[in-house]
């Protein structure tokens, strides 16, 4: 489901996420959409294999090997994981897919280009929203009036701010 009071609800109830491929490096699309979400008020819980097993943390939170292991700590804490936001090929979907199902997330969001219609379809029957080929920040930019200044080419040039939103 993509129209805009989906959107909007899940970018307004899902406000822990789990970020699945969430990169150290600044300059990556992960980083840059975690860290706007972050300082958006999102909680953000990295789930990266690599940076995990050296105990690592990106944007100052330990990172994770697993959506499960980054669910069972959050619940230690008595928190849990709303979203989960997948920057992986589509070919990785299904098992994290799988994931967000056993650990009760409420949406599995899947980055701009990345679709799995079967484990779409899995997650789906489960319960869960599904959200795919579209992107957080983006998103959350463009439903909560940040693209003016969240790097979004709108190709309008204009000095007047709207008055009425165009959705």
């Known amino acids: ?6 959107l909007r ?3 307004g109830a899902c406000r822990t996420i789990a970020v699945v491929g ?27 294999p690599l940076v995990a097993r050296d105990g690592g943390e990106i ?11 980054a669910a069972q700590a959050l619940a230690a804490q008595g928190l849990r994981i709303d ?16 994931a967000a199902i056993e ?9 701009l280009g990345v679709e799995h219609p079967e484990a779409e379809a899995l997650a789906a029957r ?3 929203t599904v959200v795919h080929d579209r992107c957080v920040k983006i998103e959350h930019a463009r439903l909560f009036g940040g693209l003016n200044w ?9 000095a007047k701010r709207p008055h009425q939103l165009p959705y």
Not at 1 to 6: A, E, G, P, V, Y
Not at 151 to 157: L, Q
């Open 9 to 11: 609800t899940l970018l």
């Open 22 to 48: 969430l990169s150290p490096q600044w300059h990556r699309p992960s980083y840059f959409a975690a860290k706007y979400m972050q300082a958006h008020g999102y909680r953000i819980v990295p789930v990266n």
């Open 1 to 6: 489901m993509s129209d805009i009071h989906t």
């Open 83 to 98: 979203m989960v936001d997948c920057f992986r090929k589509s070919e990785d979907i299904p098992p994290l897919a799988q």
């Open 150 to 158: 969240a790097g979004v080419n709108t190709k309008v040039i204009s």
């Open 59 to 69: 944007l100052g939170e330990r990172c994770h090997a697993s959506v499960q292991e």
């Open 103 to 111: 650990i009760g997330a409420r949406c599995l969001w899947l980055q």
């Open 126 to 128: 489960a319960g869960l």
